[in-house]
């Protein structure tokens, strides 16, 4: 029974995260500790086995979601490599930091962080974008299927900073680091959101790499458990880069704000009266 429900944790996980750019992470963690440790119906869940497996499966809904993305010529490699490099010191940080955390602990921070992650993706349609990085860094250019031209561009120090705070949270929380670069990359450095959503999961698989290597190192990977989550997460990081061109995406953006919240309000509860 375990199995199952971990498959379509793995599933949702995988369509949502290559949906939306967020890497899966974010929905998987949250569902894997309410349904292993507050219903009780997964055994051997722990913040940190949760994390060792939440980095196993980004592997592979980067990897499925990033050769989609390749098809459709919506990933900027150039950039997610610049933003790995940013991102890697602070995952390797963020894992070790991770180990030094009990229950209620990671509960409370990580309830913050889904707290203001559901802000951010609540506000940032209303934001206007900020033009002051791309005139003080390096232009890019895209050409959409429709023939216009998207210019888009950062300073690579800001870029490397950025990065860094979101590879530790990655570490740190097991998720993706997509639910905070994508807001970042439209926002600041005027991407489109193509781009971003493809050269996002770009970034989190390399990332996912450095993370996992690091979590199993220190004994965090439940292996059995990445049976039924691996292959499901994959299948849905394919489906939903598919969906990605298919649909508007407003409405599960929209959900999941209210998801985000909602898991972030009981992760704090738990962390403080838990």
Same mark, same amino acid.
């Given at each position: 029974m375990e199995y199952l429900i971990l498959a379509l944790i793995g599933l949702s996980a995988g369509v949502i995260g290559a949906l939306v750019g967020l890497g899966g992470g974010i929905i998987l963690v949250p569902a894997t500790l309410f349904i292993g440790i507050n219903l009780g119906w997964i055994d051997g869940i722990t913040p940190q086995t949760v994390v060792g497996l939440s980095v196993i499966m980004m592997i592979f809904t980067g990897l499925g979601?990033?050769?989609?993305?390749?098809?459709?010529?919506?990933?900027?490699?150039?950039?997610?490599?610049?933003?790995?490099?940013?991102?890697?010191? $602070?995952?390797? %940080?963020?894992?070790?930091?991770?180990?030094?955390?009990?229950?209620?602990?990671?509960?409370?921070? !990580? =309830? &913050?962080?889904?707290?203001?992650?559901?802000?951010?993706?609540?506000?940032?349609?209303?934001?206007?974008?900020?033009?002051?990085?791309?005139?003080?860094?390096?232009?890019?250019?895209?050409?959409?299927?429709?023939?216009?031209?998207?210019?888009? $561009?950062?300073? %690579?120090?800001?870029?490397?900073?950025?990065?860094?705070?979101?590879?530790?949270?990655?570490?740190? !929380? =097991? &998720?993706?680091?997509g639910s905070i670069i994508v807001p970042a990359m439209i926002l600041l450095f005027l991407f489109p959101p193509h781009v971003a959503v493809g050269t996002s999961m770009f970034m989190v698989f390399l990332s996912a790499i450095v993370n996992s290597i690091t979590h199993i190192s220190l004994g965090n990977v439940p292996w059995l458990y990445t049976i039924p989550v691996v292959p499901a997460a994959y299948f849905g990081a394919k489906m939903g880069a598919y969906l990605n061109n298919k649909m508007k995406s407003e409405t599960l953006v929209f959900a999941l704000r209210i998801i985000l919240l909602l898991l972030g309000v009981r992760s704090i509860v738990d962390g403080i009266w838990g």
């Open positions: 979601s990033t050769l989609s993305y390749m098809k459709k010529k919506t990933v900027d490699f150039k950039s997610g490599a610049i933003f790995f490099a940013g991102s890697a010191p $602070g995952t390797l %940080i963020g894992a070790f930091v991770n180990k030094q955390l009990d229950l209620p602990s990671f509960n409370l921070y !990580f =309830g &913050i962080l889904l707290i203001i992650l559901a802000t951010l993706l609540l506000v940032r349609d209303y934001l206007k974008p900020v033009q002051w990085f791309v005139k003080r860094g390096k232009k890019r250019m895209f050409t959409d299927i429709h023939g216009h031209e998207h210019i888009y $561009g950062y300073p %690579i120090w800001f870029a490397l900073l950025l990065t860094f705070g979101v590879g530790f949270a990655s570490g740190l !929380f =097991g &998720i993706g680091g």
